[in-house]
């Protein structure tokens, strides 16, 4: 089945066409990466696969519903999840906490009720799930400001994932983080694929081939190439707009 289904997305600034005539499918299970070059347009487009942004013209439908016209609130409720290219934990709350205020919306309680997590039992054991899941266990207790870039990239995966998603879309996870911290990402990666569906912006190129199923390259707004990795590295069009010559 397919999880998520583009349609002739656009979208422009101004003069500036930064989505043109986008169409994706991204099978269900799978992990879809989008590459391409800075300011190519990813991070609009998955502004408006998750509903933060209105496309001008096109579809997009999650699971066969067409979820166009709705809000990023409610498409979360449906089951897809974004993670940001910009660290979004709370850093003066513990770890545990960061995630169960993602429980807690989800099961749509208000902040008036938020008690610490370590309270309450059920919001405790879905939020120790989901670090168990990222690997952050023995963080729970720590400030999410006291841990590490890598490890709060982790975070935001176990914040996403505590809403219990169908589809993840992450925006950049391995930017800003060390070698072992991004090796750390990619077999987290590689564990949570074939459990959900996952679309993964990505600029790491040796995670992308490592991690995706199937890869699109989005150029100037325009998606250039579909398909898996062996057919990408070879593709002359993507070699000359991104990967250069010498990819190999
Ligand atoms: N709200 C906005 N108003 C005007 N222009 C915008 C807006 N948001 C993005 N842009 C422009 O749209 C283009 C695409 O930006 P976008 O951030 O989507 O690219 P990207 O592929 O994610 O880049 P990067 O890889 O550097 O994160 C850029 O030229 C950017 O300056």
Redesign the pocket.
């Known amino acids: 089945m397919t999880a998520l289904s583009v349609r002739n997305l656009r979208k422009s600034?101004g003069a500036?066409q930064?989505t043109d005539d986008v169409n994706l499918d991204v099978t269900e299970g799978s992990l879809h990466a989008l590459i391409?070059p800075?300011?190519?347009?990813?991070?609009?487009l998955i502004h408006q696969l998750c509903g933060q942004l209105g496309p001008d013209d096109g579809t997009v439908s999650f699971f066969g519903t067409d979820v166009t016209d709705l809000d990023m609130p409610h498409r979360a409720r449906l089951g897809l999840a974004r993670s940001f290219?910009i660290t979004s934990v709370l850093p003066r709350f513990t770890v545990r906490d960061n995630v169960a205020l993602a429980v807690q919306a989800r099961s749509g309680s208000s902040f008036r009720f938020f008690r610490p997590a370590k309270h309450e039992r059920a919001l405790n054991d879905q939020s120790m799930a989901a670090l168990t899941d990222v690997g952050l266990t023995d963080r729970a207790n720590d400030l999410a400001g006291a841990l590490s870039h890598g490890e709060q990239r982790q975070l935001e995966i176990a914040i996403a994932l505590a809403t219990r998603p169908r589809m993840l879309l992450l925006d950049e996870p391995l930017a800003g983080t060390g070698p072992e911290e991004a090796d750390a990402l990619v077999d987290l990666l590689l564990k949570l694929k074939g459990q959900l569906s996952i679309l993964l912006v990505e600029?790491d190129m040796n995670a992308v081939f490592a991690l995706a199923d199937k890869i699109s390259v989005?150029v100037y707004g325009r998606l250039i190439a579909t398909g898996p990795g062996a057919d990408i590295r070879r593709n002359r069009e993507v070699r000359e707009a991104y990967l250069g010559e010498d990819a190999s």
């Open positions: 600034f500036l930064v391409g800075n300011g190519a347009g990813k991070t609009t290219q600029h989005l």
